[in-house]
């Protein structure tokens, strides 16, 4: 029997929906969803297997100017999704007309693989719109294969995916099968508490906060977890853990909930918070944070 393997890379602007359907095509939410920009900073990848088949989606961060280190970084995983995709899926939403980088824009353009272009969130449009933006993309990224979906409500992702499966190249499994993810637990315990944050707080808050695991220990019955939130400054210490800490148990009781589920197991979770100045822009600090690999 043959097999087919490869690398789906998934880009666009920010906010376009690319979290919402890898996670559709993976059965899992390894990426994180909220309606505020910019939530995805690292290139997370999960893996569908099949009998004949394993699809590498790689989410990538939203396409922005970079304003300072971190955002650099962030954009250094959108390039390394270029360099190893063997199908490029570019998304984009009924009232856009172009990506933010026009040197990336150029790259869709002249990309020598499939690239799927797939404009989301249709629900919130109207037949006629999408009509005239099929025509648009059309004109305007003639390599592509255009569909329209709802990553939210499910709409025409299995199209896409089964024409994912016809262009895939034929190659050996890249990871074993039972495998999900390349990311490691600690990975998705960060995203879990950074995901509240986004939820529950505004303004630059949650843009400034990092999060580092110190302690993962994990037995028949428990995962016991000790993280530390990271703020840039010490009025940000202060908003995050809020008038008696009830907004800081807020973001460890929700968090724990869902790592409940992700694992399959009870949690304990400690929350701490520090400042840790200027951390976006340390080159250092960054490459402990995973950028800047």
């Given at each position: 029997?043959?097999?087919?393997?490869?690398?789906?890379?998934?880009?666009?602007?920010?906010?376009?929906?690319?979290?919402?359907?890898?996670?559709?095509?993976?059965?899992?939410?390894?990426?994180?969803?909220?309606?505020?920009?910019?939530?995805?900073?690292?290139?997370?990848?999960?893996?569908?297997?099949?009998?004949?088949?394993?699809?590498?989606?790689?989410?990538?961060?939203?396409?922005?100017?970079?304003?300072?280190?971190?955002?650099?970084?962030?954009?250094?995983?959108?390039?390394?999704?270029?360099?190893?995709?063997d199908v490029l899926i570019y998304m984009v939403e009924p009232g856009e007309k172009e990506l933010k980088d026009?040197?990336?824009?150029?790259?869709?353009?002249?990309?020598?693989?499939?690239?799927?272009?797939?404009?989301?969130?249709?629900?919130?449009?109207?037949?006629?719109?999408?009509?005239?933006?099929?025509?648009?993309?059309?004109?305007?990224?003639?390599?592509?294969?255009?569909?329209?979906?709802?990553?939210?409500?499910?709409?025409?992702?299995?199209?896409?995916?089964?024409?994912?499966?016809?262009?895939?190249?034929?190659?050996?499994?890249?990871?074993?099968?039972?495998?999900?993810?390349?990311?490691?637990?600690?990975?998705?315990?960060?995203?879990?508490?950074?995901?509240?944050?986004?939820?529950?707080?505004?303004?630059?808050?949650?843009?400034?906060?990092?999060?580092?695991?110190?302690?993962?220990?994990?037995?028949?019955?428990?995962?016991?977890?000790?993280?530390?939130?990271?703020?840039?400054?010490?009025?940000?210490?202060?908003?995050?853990?809020?008038?008696?800490?009830?907004?800081?148990?807020?973001?460890?009781?929700?968090?724990?909930?869902?790592?409940?589920?992700?694992?399959?197991?009870?949690?304990?979770?400690?929350?701490?918070?520090?400042?840790?100045?200027?951390?976006?822009?340390?080159?250092?600090?960054?490459?402990?944070?995973?950028?800047?690999?």
């Open positions: 029997m043959k097999h087919k393997a490869g690398f789906v890379n998934i880009i666009g602007n920010p906010n376009v929906g690319k979290s919402t359907l890898m996670n559709a095509f993976i059965g899992e939410r390894l990426s994180i969803i909220t309606s505020k920009a910019q939530t995805t900073r690292h290139r997370i990848l999960g893996i569908v297997n099949g009998d004949d088949f394993q699809i590498l989606f790689s989410d990538t961060p939203g396409i922005i100017k970079p304003a300072y280190e971190l955002q650099v970084s962030m954009m250094d995983f959108v390039k390394s999704a270029f360099e190893d995709a026009e040197q990336f824009f150029n790259k869709i353009k002249n990309a020598k693989i499939p690239v799927l272009l797939i404009i989301n969130k249709i629900d919130t449009s109207t037949q006629e719109v999408i009509e005239e933006k099929v025509l648009y993309w059309k004109n305007k990224v003639p390599n592509a294969e255009i569909f329209v979906i709802s990553a939210l409500e499910n709409f025409n992702i299995e199209a896409v995916f089964n024409r994912i499966l016809e262009i895939l190249p034929e190659s050996p499994a890249f990871y074993p099968k039972d495998q999900l993810t390349d990311k490691p637990e600690r990975f998705f315990v960060n995203e879990a508490i950074r995901e509240k944050i986004l939820l529950h707080y505004k303004k630059e808050i949650p843009y400034s906060v990092e999060i580092d695991t110190e302690e993962f220990f994990e037995s028949d019955k428990i995962i016991k977890i000790r993280s530390v939130i990271m703020v840039e400054r010490e009025t940000q210490k202060g908003i995050i853990i809020g008038h008696k800490g009830a907004p800081l148990k807020r973001v460890g009781t929700e968090a724990r909930k869902d790592l409940e589920k992700f694992f399959n197991k009870k949690i304990h979770l400690e929350l701490y918070v520090k400042v840790n100045k200027d951390w976006r822009n340390d080159k250092r600090q960054l490459r402990r944070f995973g950028y800047n690999d």
